[in-house]
């Protein structure tokens, strides 16, 4: 199956900075997922964005569809100890009938 | 409390011997997934079901078998010719529209 480009594969930063990943395709996407996932449990979903061009936020969470309907981009604004986790992103393309994945970004946020 | 239930958290299987995962939501949604998670990794799809009485196969499917005959539940039998079977394994529904994906807690299967 086809996989997203997510990136960075890991970031360490400090308590109180902001974060960035994103997720790129070579297919165009009509859903765009973000999950959060602690070791040993499910992911967890924090934002769905379903129109190009759609931002959305959740708390301290903004995510957006990116127009080209081919990325999506995570944002965390003021990184607390309980961010840390992975991200991952999820899409689904026009066509389809079934979520892909990326890889998945490590947080690690230092208090 | 409305969600997707995966039993048991930790299991053991010995080399040769079938073991069945369980996977039930209360959601009433009528897709539901297994994903597989190896280290590190991200999430690969082994099977999914849309409806009742009815499955596909994902990636990975092979050594692997599933039922759907009720809406609620989706187990997954791991069987001995999935060579490589320590992973952490993921259950997922969701309704049709719009499709976004619900996961459980996961169950981590390990080898004796």
């Known amino acids: 199956g086809q996989q997203l480009n997510q990136s960075p594969q890991s970031m360490f930063i400090q308590e109180g900075e902001d974060v960035s990943m994103n997720c790129t395709s070579s297919?165009?996407?009509?859903?765009w997922l973000w999950y959060k996932q602690d070791p040993g449990e499910g992911p967890v979903l924090l934002i769905a964005l379903y129109k190009a061009g759609e931002l959305t936020s959740n708390g301290r969470l903004t995510a957006q569809f990116g127009i080209t309907r081919k990325d999506s981009f995570l944002n965390i604004s003021a990184s607390i100890p309980s961010d840390v986790g992975i991200y991952f992103c999820a899409g689904r393309e026009t066509s389809g009938s079934r979520l892909t994945f990326g890889e998945g970004t490590q947080l690690t946020v230092n208090p | 409390d409305g969600g997707i239930t995966q039993s048991p958290k930790y299991l053991f299987r010995k080399e040769g011997q079938n073991v069945t995962l369980s996977c039930e939501q209360n959601?009433?949604?009528?897709?539901m997934y297994w994903y597989r998670q190896d280290p590190g990794q991200g999430l690969r799809l082994i099977y999914y079901s849309q409806i009742v009485n009815d499955f596909q196969k994902g990636d990975i499917a092979e050594g692997y078998s599933v039922s759907r005959e009720k809406k609620e539940s989706f187990p997954l039998t791991v069987t001995s010719a999935q060579k490589n079977p320590t992973a952490f394994y993921l259950c997922a529904s969701s309704s049709s529209q719009p499709e976004t994906q619900y996961f459980g807690p996961g169950t981590r299967l390990l080898v004796l």
């Open positions: 297919s165009i996407f009509n859903t």
């Open positions: 959601l009433n949604h009528d897709a």
